[in-house]
């Protein structure tokens, strides 16, 4: 779980524990305003190229090191397939295109994203290098060992990737 919220948004008054809408809830016993956790959405993108799939190695936490599908959160209004193409960008510096939504997951997560949205992508111009959160980039073809991977997302992928092949 992520660490409670202690202080009202409206007031600035200290939050209590209150049951509201089926469930316990934060909520302010000076103005009443109701804290409701919202979840966390990430977007992820799935780029085939020459029969290889672009991973990166994450240069920061959670999972510093491992490897996973480019990816990034949604900023509030951002619309979800431009969030991929601009995590896509400052990851990689490669500029892609949306080819396809492939799939919505969820999954309680102490931290990160708890919906992530995959898109497939296409790249349209640049070449592949580490920036921003990233230390690395990798093309890994079917017949390559993978590395070690961060999260589920990228491993359902990787392996309904395989299957197709």
């Known amino acids: 779980m992520r660490p409670p919220v202690n202080f009202c948004q409206v007031c600035g008054c200290a939050l209590v524990d209150r049951f509201a809408f089926g469930k316990l809830r934060r909520a ?67 500029d892609v295109e949306i080819t396809e939504l492939v799939d919505v997951q969820t999954g309680p997560l102490p931290l990160g994203a708890s919906i992530v949205i995959i898109y497939a992508a296409r790249v349209v111009s640049g070449t592949a290098h580490p920036l921003d959160d990233v230390d690395e980039v990798l093309w890994v073809a079917a017949s390559d060992p993978l590395p070690d991977l961060a999260f589920e997302s990228t491993r359902r992928m990787l392996d309904q990737w395989l299957e197709r092949r």
């Open 28 to 94: 302010c016993p000076d103005c009443g305003h109701i804290h409701f956790q919202d979840p966390k959405v990430a977007a992820v993108v799935f780029i085939e190229q020459e029969g290889r799939v672009l991973l990166v190695r994450r240069a920061m936490n959670p999972e510093r090191g491992k490897w996973a599908l480019p990816a990034g959160y949604i900023d509030d209004g951002e619309d979800p397939r431009e969030a991929a193409i601009r995590e896509v960008r400052e990851e990689t510096g490669l």
